[in-house]
């Protein structure tokens, strides 16, 4: 594929035979060929330098003990099927003229202390047995609290707070819906319609009599699976397309609200994360309520007690999809870490599966945290910081969704991101997530930031005040409790998905209590056949 400057980018084959290298297959190099002019998008060199220095500081015995465990896990963790593949030049192929970037405004802390300062202080209870065991798929929703307490809003930098009042006294119609990830439009979803739609006939049938909220809680629409030598579309074709790919969901919202009186919310999650306001209303209509971020709901059941439900698609605890930082100018630009993954995933075609992404970070992110001593937990986040390790952690994460041996041959490739905008993958590797997370809300965070990646929410859920909090994002269904810090019992359940590829497309029903009667929460499913 050529360009509008003449200039031209191949792949081509380095002459070590196969049989002196590792790994089998044909070692790959990118030739950017007359292409020196166009900059890639980059991390400043001071900041890089700042970040390195600190690395070669004197470290406890613990510290260095930690980072052999982790080098020790990156050096072995394996990431999916990892095959060496020839990409096509037009991985890339950009042109010339377009706009490059620098981030010499991304503001990382220069002193080691000034991450140290913002560790929060240790929660009480602790060492407190805090899961309560789970048998089934539903568990009951106390109706009253261990303790009561003043309750206020969630302010953190991870939730920015929708919250909506119901009121439930003397009425049948209580029950509250969430579902999520079905990724419409995208490939995720290929033949799901039927079953989908079969789901909302159902639905229909009972929300006439008892549903009073439903709440499609994230990824609904698919934005991240472009090629990434493709442009992605804009909001506005996008939302034509939906249109007509989406009729199912949008018929069955239309009569969930005309015919059966529901409530309806639409929670953006990260791989929808730039649809707006105005986009969903042009699809579902002006009486679909829009939350950008967490919606809290605020339950008068008739009782003194007021319940509370916490909504949130959940990549926002999660350190590789977090747009946490996207306030403060920190993100390259304005998307995390597993957009990029997720478009890699596309490039190397592997389609087939719904939970590719999440796959990924679960199966590295898991399998380092797995062979980390607990003794050694503090110092995990430490060694994380360093450039090398952070570099090595988010460079496998990219070998396995390009399904690559070695992510050095790939370097100079570019994400486009707009028609005059591209991101190196060079950037990306180097570009210091942790660090940046840490500046924002201390290392204590950043480390359940990464847990939170493997799907394992707790110590954020612990932290809530509500009584059931419901979250998506992981393609998996879940159901717990927990006790949190006020000593009182928390629901905890996930949603799951609806991708083509998921053994069981899932959805949580919320049956809240009642003046004499505990409430119920239940995971709604049946078997992708």
Not at 95 to 114: C, K, M, S, W, Y
Not at 356 to 382: Q, T
Not at 409 to 419: G, H, I, M, P
């Amino acid at each position: 594929m050529g360009n509008s400057c003449g200039k031209s980018a191949s792949v081509e084959f380095v002459g070590t035979p196969a049989s002196e290298r590792g790994g089998g297959g044909k070692d790959l190099r990118l030739a950017d060929d007359d292409n020196n002019n166009i900059q890639p998008v980059d991390v400043s060199q001071s900041q890089l330098r700042a970040t390195a220095e600190e690395s070669n500081n004197n470290v406890s015995s613990t510290h260095q003990q930690c980072l052999e465990y982790v080098k020790a896990a990156l050096d072995k963790q394996k990431v999916g099927e990892s095959v060496v593949r020839n990409y096509s030049h037009s991985l890339l192929d950009i042109p010339g003229e377009e706009l490059t970037f620098n981030f010499d405004h991304v503001v990382i802390a220069e002193d080691r202390d000034e991450v140290d300062a913002m560790v929060l202080p240790l929660e009480v209870g602790d060492d407190e047995e805090d899961e309560i065991d789970i048998d089934t798929r539903s568990t009951t929703w106390v109706r009253r609290r261990s303790k009561e307490f003043e309750y206020a809003l969630p302010n953190d930098k991870y939730s920015k707070v929708t919250q909506e009042v119901l009121h439930l006294e003397n009425t049948k119609k209580r029950k509250i819906v969430a579902m999520s990830d079905l990724h419409l439009g995208g490939s995720w979803s290929e033949g799901m319609d039927w079953k989908l739609e079969k789901y909302l006939d159902n639905l229909i049938q009972i929300a006439k009599e008892e549903v009073a909220c439903f709440v499609m809680l994230g990824d609904i629409f698919e934005m991240w699976l472009e090629k990434f030598a493709e442009v992605p579309p804009d909001n506005a074709a996008r939302v034509q397309a939906w249109k007509e790919s989406a009729s199912v969901l949008i018929n069955a919202i239309d009569k969930l609200i005309s015919e059966c009186d529901v409530k309806v919310f639409y929670v953006r999650g990260n791989h929808d994360r730039e649809i707006t306001e105005q986009d969903v209303k042009t699809i579902f209509g002006e009486k679909v309520s829009f939350v950008p971020c967490t919606l809290i709901l605020r339950l008068k059941t008739g009782s003194e007690t007021e319940h509370r439900v916490r909504l949130a698609h959940g990549h926002e605890w999660d350190v590789f999809n977090s747009y946490m930082l996207q306030d403060s100018n920190k993100l390259i630009p304005n998307r995390p870490i597993g957009y990029y993954i997720a478009r890699a995933v596309s490039t190397a075609e592997r389609h087939d599966s719904g939970s590719e992404v999440e796959d990924l970070l679960i199966g590295l992110a898991g399998g380092l945290l797995s062979m980390i001593p607990k003794a050694l937990e503090d110092d995990l986040i430490d060694v994380l910081l360093r450039p090398e390790v952070h570099r090595k952690l988010i460079g496998r994460l990219f070998e396995g969704a390009f399904e690559v041996e070695d992510i050095d041959f790939l370097l100079q490739a570019k994400c486009r991101v707009s028609e005059n905008e591209y991101v190196r993958l060079q950037s990306l590797l180097e570009y210091p997530l942790f660090r940046l997370c840490g500046s924002e809300v201390g290392k204590q965070d950043v480390f359940h930031m990464i847990k939170a990646a493997t799907g394992d929410y707790k110590k954020f859920i612990r932290r809530s005040d509500e009584d059931v909090v419901v979250l998506a994002h992981t393609h998996r269904w879940d159901l717990r409790k927990y006790r949190n810090y006020k000593g009182n019992q928390v629901v905890y359940a996930n949603t799951g998905c609806w991708t083509c590829n998921a053994e069981e497309f899932s959805s949580v029903v919320l049956d809240p209590p009642t003046v004499d009667k505990d409430g119920l929460v239940t995971i709604d499913y049946g078997k992708n056949e």
